[in-house]
């Protein structure tokens, strides 16, 4: 089964700087996909960003971006330029490369981010 | 990307009782919905696959006769949780499944079992 660790329950960083989160999973596949989602405290969740196992290409989405190391099975987030609306708990998540009911999402237990003026 | 609602967003009821959760996909035809619970400072746990047209697929140790799910249309799931009691007061997500196999997420219902 695949697993998925977050081991920064939280972090905080100052607004303006940069702060990378980690999350680590386990699997035994070789192509699948990898996620960063954003639940701020309205509790909606939004993706903020995806990486495909078989691009070596790191995903990036404005000022988020992702460090993917695929042979340590290592997958974090640096979010530059911080603002305070980056305050939220962020989730890793990890997909099989399949669509329909294969497309489960197994998350990590989550990294809480503090925004500081 | 899609928009899903949920109703309600908040329900309070009493302990023995049913409450029904829907999640609505509104501009999405959605064969397949996921329904994920949130304890308070914990993680999403999935907790069963909608399939429209089919039963739905529950993962282990969730109870199906508890936590019933009927997937009528492409753009309608609900989840109802029968005789309900405290220890079901939880959040409960919902999430539509996209052909490129991403899911888009619900805002959440907030249940709480008197």
């Known amino acids: 089964a695949q697993t998925v660790t977050q081991s920064q329950p939280e972090m905080s960083v100052q607004e303006a700087e940069t702060v990378t989160l980690s999350c680590t999973y386990d699997t035994s596949e070789s192509d699948y996909y990898l996620f960063w989602y954003k639940q701020p405290p309205s509790r909606q969740m939004i993706l903020v960003i995806r990486?495909?196992?078989?691009?070596?290409q790191n995903a990036t989405e404005n000022r988020f971006s992702v460090n993917f190391q695929k042979a340590a099975k290592s997958f974090s987030l640096k979010i530059s330029d911080s603002q305070l609306g980056d305050a939220a708990m962020y989730f890793c998540a990890y997909r099989r490369a399949f669509t329909g009911t294969a497309s489960k999402l197994t998350f990590g237990t989550g990294t809480r981010l503090q925004v500081t003026l | 990307g899609a928009v899903v609602s949920q109703h309600p967003s908040w329900v309070i009821c009493k302990s023995g009782t049913s409450v029904k959760i829907e999640c609505r996909s509104l501009?999405?035809?959605?064969?397949?919905m996921f329904w994920y619970r949130q304890f308070p400072k914990q993680s999403l746990m999935l907790m069963a696959t909608s399939n429209e047209g089919s039963k739905a697929t529950y993962e282990q140790g969730v109870e199906k006769d508890k936590f019933l799910i009927n997937h009528a249309s492409l753009t309608l799931s609900t989840l109802t949780v029968t005789s309900a009691h405290p220890e079901d007061s939880s959040f409960y997500i919902c999430?539509?499944?996209?052909?490129?196999?991403?899911?888009?997420f619900g805002p959440g219902t907030r249940l709480t079992v008197l």
């Open positions: 990486q495909e196992a078989y691009k070596q």
């Open positions: 501009d999405f035809q959605a064969t397949t």
């Open positions: 999430s539509v499944l996209l052909g490129g196999g991403e899911q888009f």
